[in-house]
């Protein structure tokens, strides 16, 4: 059973750490594309053909034990809004909701929470709360402000996200080039977000799959013919071994190409130099 498919709406517990769950999903996950250097967005692989890699869950880690599905943070019935109000750096976050086969879905609720600007979260009221609803292009819109550090945790939005009638997935998005990455347990590469400078302020893209399968697009030709761009008898390799701390300004070697450390971290499977571009830069 892969509990990254099948726990979106589980909790992490009966007798699997929520550590270890993460590791077992980071294994289990196909290895996402890079396009141009940034973490590349589901809406980028519709041509692969192949299915979609769901986002992974990530169960809140303000929860105080694994026990927990909800962290105390978390509150039902936010109401219904896309501009979320306050002191701040502005934050815009757009995106898509797709199933496996990168169809586009619409009228996903997606129940974004987090911290203020302080790094504190509004437990009486519903500030820094509120769902909304993907467009019939399967498009969502977060209006808010970059949300403040506050002990055990790097810098992370949260939300549910939920088709009609499906489960629920639990996660939290990341931003690049956070200190605290490198050391909050919960953090995951393929969450992190694109984010660049906006006017004002920051903008990020993010991309969510949900673990829904879609019916494949007809359009494309059955082939016969093995593709050609991964040859089965020469995998990656190189320098670079899970396992291996690495220094901010170190080097490896990963199928073919040297990529430069940029932030100091433990490697693990699936944080292959190509996946993780906060962590690797290409040289
Ligand atoms: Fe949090």
Not at 40 to 64: E, I, K, N, V, Y
Not at 169 to 180: I, M, S, V
Request: aromatic share 8%; glycine share 10%; charged share 15%.
């Amino acid at each position: 059973m892969d509990p990254e498919i099948t726990d979106q709406d589980e909790p992490a517990g009966r007798g699997i750490t929520r550590k270890n769950l993460l590791k077992a999903a980071l294994i289990a996950a196909p290895l996402p594309l890079l396009i141009g250097g940034v973490p590349a967005l589901a809406r980028a692989q519709r041509s692969s053909g192949g299915p979609l890699a769901p986002t992974p869950f990530c169960h809140d880690g303000d929860a105080p034990t694994i026990d927990q599905t909800e962290g105390p943070y978390f509150k039902p019935n936010s109401p219904e809004r896309s501009v979320l109000t306050g002191a701040g750096t502005p934050l815009v976050v757009s995106g898509y909701v797709f199933n496996r086969a990168c169809q586009p879905l619409a009228n996903v609720l997606l129940d974004f929470w987090q911290a203020d600007t302080n790094g504190e979260y509004d437990n009486v009221g519903y500030t820094f709360r509120g769902h909304q609803f993907t467009n019939a292009q399967g498009a969502y819109k977060l209006t808010t402000v970059v949300p403040g550090l506050y002990p055990g945790r790097t810098r992370h939005l949260h939300m549910k996200v939920q088709a009609p009638n499906r489960g629920i997935l639990t996660t939290q998005t990341y931003f690049p080039g956070e200190p605290r990455n490198n050391t909050d347990t919960i953090f995951d590469a393929r969450l992190l977000m694109n984010v660049r400078n906006g006017n004002p302020g920051k903008e990020a893209t993010f991309d969510f799959v949900l673990n829904i399968a879609g019916v494949p697009p007809t359009s494309q030709p059955p082939t016969s013919q093995p593709p050609t761009s991964e040859p089965p008898t020469n995998p990656p390799g190189g320098t670079w071994r899970a396992g291996t701390n690495y220094a901010a300004g170190a080097t490896v070697s990963y199928g073919g190409q040297n990529y430069r450390c940029l932030q100091g971290h433990t490697a693990i499977s699936g944080w292959e130099p190509p996946n993780v571009p906060a962590l690797w830069q290409r040289i």
